[in-house]
T-cell receptor
Framework: EDKVVQSPLSLVVHEGDTVTLNCSYE??????LLWYKQEKKAPTFLFML????IEKKSGRLSSILDKKELFSILNITATQTGDSAVYLC????????????FGKGTLLTVNP | DAGITQSPRHKVTETGTPVTLRCHQT?????MYWYRQDPGHGLRLIHY???????DKGEVSDGYSVSRSKTEDFLLTLESATSSQTSVYFC???????????FGEGSWLTVV
């Protein structure tokens, strides 16, 4: 059974701090790893990492994928209160079917 | 806007009644997914589709069926709704190859 594990489950920081969120996975026939941000609505896409793109950066957010050790990290620098959300990690796997499995998420709270 | 529409967005129904949720896309994407999201469990895959009439079960498929008779529509049916199926249901779509996955806005279902 495919498994995606995120840590920590929750995190409270102050504005300006840097945070690192973790995602490890065990899946059959790994395809890609995706990060999402979820506030009180549908998840919104942040990054996708594959074997051909193991590091991504967008503004204060960056992510790396370690395919050997089967994990990814999401870094957020100079956090702002608007970064408060649940961050979800997901992995696509399988042959041509692209099954998508999520971790339970990390709840990030950024206090002013 | 990823061109995904879920309907209904909110529904209250009685135990034992059948319920159908619809996911409609305008992107002509091959892959479509149904998830439910509950506190403490994150996003759990119910069923997914990798083409017209091609579907497979996810981790929480009991009590649910799906149909995909055309590319743009993926229907989720609760054959006889139970209170344990009270949840938020999200549809997601994905194109072919290493492409991102986008979510609909969710359908809130309450079974009383």
């Amino acid at each position: 059974e495919d498994k995606v594990v995120q840590s920590p489950l929750s995190l409270v920081v102050h504005e300006g701090d840097t945070v690192t969120l973790n995602c490890s996975y065990e899946v059959t026939n790994f395809r890609s790893l995706l990060w999402y941000k979820q506030e009180k609505k549908a998840p919104t896409f942040l990054f996708m990492l594959t074997s051909s793109g193991i590091e991504k950066k967008s503004g204060r957010l960056s992510s790396i994928l370690d395919k050997k050790e089967l994990f990814s990290i999401l870094n957020i620098t100079a956090t702002q209160t608007g970064d408060s959300a649940v961050y979800l990690c997901a992995v696509t796997s399988g042959g041509s079917n692209y099954k998508l499995t999520f971790g339970k998420g990390t709840l990030l709270t950024v206090n002013p | 806007d990823a061109g995904i529409t879920q309907s209904p967005r909110h529904k209250v129904t009685e135990t034992g009644t059948p319920v159908t949720l619809r996911c409609h896309q305008t992107e002509n994407h091959r892959y479509m997914y149904w998830y439910r999201q509950d506190p403490g469990h994150g996003l759990r895959l119910i069923h997914y589709s990798y083409g017209v009439k091609d579907t497979d079960k996810g981790e929480v498929s009991d009590g649910y069926s799906v149909s995909r008779s055309k590319t743009e529509d993926f229907l989720l049916t609760l054959e006889s709704a139970t209170s344990s199926q009270t949840s938020v249901y999200f549809c997601a779509i994905k194109g072919t190859g290493q492409t991102s996955i986008y979510f609909g806005e969710g359908s809130w279902l309450t079974v009383v």
